[in-house]
């Protein structure tokens, strides 16, 4: 049962008689919507006596109360800012939350009292007084803002970074100090509030961040330069000279998501030959999405390599496709060793012997099996002794089988007693069946011939 007895107290009569003592009883009442209807009232009017009723009401669990609770805090404005701040020194991470928001939306009038809050010694207060700052779009805040980079707690400082970002260039010089501050939502903020700013000092120092130990740090600097366009190219374009893969990486990005240009396709080109993959396939992913067209294009071989495209790549010929093909059988990957063997096998270039034969001994099975059959395909004389001493030496038997087929395609009667040797000392089924197979091509070929 309320204050009231069994009686509802009539809201809207209580607020056209200014009765501010019934409308504070009435917020006891058990009926939620009573309650909402009296702190509505009580905004409107806007009554300081309202204000420690009202700053209860937010500690409550019920959403929809606290939420009509700081609309009314909010009407009343500025006589209830003293007890918001002091909100600030609440245990409550939510009821700090609270109080940031509605000084917030209170504005201007709380602005004196935010200010002399950045002296309180209790360091989650001023934390709560720089995000309020940090919220409120007005230039009186940006001096306090740039002293409080200073602060020594990293929160302080993180929020004093973004708060800044909206009042160029006011506090640059300052925040050009915290490009190695320890903290790294430090360092982060700088980053998202230089993307804010319109001058063109804060390229050189986004770039700095773009290298930070923390891949946080480098993403936000990385959406800054974004927003700097064509003012940031030069500098972008002399980071893809980084030894750090993942700035090489980013500035692909950055620069894919800018509008197209020359200069930038001149990058994605050449990054086709990074030696690092994820910069490889980013730069054919901005090709792509510049609606580059790799035909008759001396890169276009390279490009259908980093897309695993090996079928356009082989189509395009020896000329074009041989010397990349032949380059990634000494990448670090073994798959694209691999796939380079087999490719080369495809393209039907003698060339590409020597190349194959140098794989013959790689770590990887996939590569060296890959590597027999190419040169089986390519049915090269120079091949023949390579292919032997892997028959006899290579510790996999899928490779040595293979090695015993490419033997036969060759048809050369020399093989005979390598095969025969292998019939005779090598164990594995695979290998003995095709033994059987290799000498019966050879010895058809011999007749034929």
Request: with cysteine.
């Amino acid at each position: 049962m309320s204050l009231f007895g069994w009686f509802k107290p009539d809201i809207a009569r209580l607020k056209a008689r200014g009765d501010i003592n019934g409308l504070i009883h009435a917020m006891g009442y058990e009926d939620l919507t009573l309650r909402m209807e009296a702190m509505d009232a009580l905004g409107d009017l806007a009554e300081p006596r309202a204000i420690d009723p009202l700053i209860e009401v937010l500690k409550e669990e019920d959403y929809t109360l606290r939420t009509c609770a700081s609309n009314a805090l909010r009407k009343i404005g500025a006589p209830a800012v003293p007890r918001l701040v002091a909100a600030f020194h609440s245990r409550s991470d939510f009821m700090r939350a609270t109080a940031v928001d509605i000084l917030a939306r209170i504005g201007a009038p709380a602005i004196p009292a935010l200010i002399d809050g950045l002296k309180d010694l209790d360091p989650l207060a001023r934390l709560s007084v720089v995000r309020t700052m940090e919220k409120i779009n007005d230039p009186r805040v940006a001096g306090p803002l740039a002293a409080a980079l200073k602060d020594s707690h990293p929160g302080v400082r993180a929020s004093a970074a973004r708060g800044l970002g909206h009042f160029s260039p006011r506090g640059l010089d300052e925040m050009l100090a915290l490009l190695r501050d320890p903290d790294i939502e430090v360092r982060k903020a700088v980053a998202e509030s230089f993307g804010q700013i319109r001058d063109l000092k804060t390229i050189e120092p986004l770039i700095t961040l773009l290298q930070d130990a923390d891949d946080g740090v480098r993403s936000s600097a990385a959406e800054s330069l974004e927003c700097k366009g064509k003012d940031a190219l030069p500098s972008l374009l002399v980071m893809m000279k980084s030894w750090d893969h993942d700035v090489r990486h980013r500035v692909i990005y950055i620069l894919g998501r800018m509008e197209a240009d020359a200069r930038s396709q001149k990058i994605f080109l050449a990054a086709l030959y990074d030696h690092d993959v994820k910069v490889r396939q980013a730069a054919a992913e901005m090709l792509v999405k510049q609606g580059w067209q790799p035909d008759k294009q001396d890169q276009a071989a390279q490009f259908f390599i980093v897309r695993r495209q090996f079928d356009r790549c082989v189509a395009l010929g020896a000329a074009q496709a041989l010397p990349p093909l032949l380059a990634l059988l000494e990448d670090g990957d073994p798959k694209n060793r691999a796939q380079a063997a087999d490719a080369l096998g495809r393209l039907g270039s003698a060339q590409a012997v020597a190349g194959l034969v140098s794989v013959l001994i790689d770590t990887d099975p996939r590569v060296r099996l890959a590597a027999v059959r190419a040169l089986g395909a390519l049915k090269s004389e120079a091949a023949f002794e390579p292919l032997v001493l892997t028959l006899s030496t290579d510790g996999d038997a899928r490779v040595r089988t293979e090695a015993v087929r490419s033997l036969g395609n060759l048809a050369d009667i020399r093989a005979n007693v390598p095969l025969k040797n292998a019939q005779r000392d090598d164990r594995d089924a695979g290998v003995q069946a095709a033994v059987a197979a290799a000498l019966q091509n050879i010895e058809s070929h011999t007749n034929y011939r």
